[in-house]
Nanobody, 125 residues
């Protein structure tokens, strides 16, 4: 069982930046892909970004491409997935979830076995 814990959410003005982090309980052995999804009130959960553990290939939704950067830090056994969010917009307001799993199609939430509890991001206009 892998536990994921998000941190770094908060309130920011439009145009500002935030960094989300997700720590894993036991590294990424056997986990090919990690990702971020988000869900705004009254909306479906949507894909934000994903990264392959082998090769560090990144994938982004069109809504965040060029503004968000996903990365994974396993130096010194940190095992932390980060999401750097720049040029934030009010429409980025949502609960952001960290996910880990096979992720054959990285944009599909059904491909991830493990999920964090979520971190709230609120962007004011």
């Amino acid at each position: 069982q892998v536990q994921l814990v998000e941190s770094g959410g908060g309130l920011v003005q439009a145009g500002g930046s935030l960094k989300l982090s997700c720590t894993t309980s036991k590294g990424t052995i056997g986990i090919p892909t990690m990702a971020w999804f988000r869900q705004a009130p009254g909306k479906e959960r949507e894909f934000v970004a994903a990264i392959r553990m082998l090769g560090n290939s990144g994938y982004y939704s069109e809504a965040v491409k060029g503004r968000f950067t996903i990365s994974f830090d396993n130096a010194n056994a940190k095992n932390t997935l980060d999401l750097q969010m720049n040029s934030l917009k009010p429409e980025d307001t949502a609960t952001y979830y960290c996910a880990a799993g096979r992720g054959f199609n990285p944009q599909l939430s059904t491909g991830y076995e493990y999920w964090g509890q979520g971190a709230q991001v609120t962007v004011s206009s």
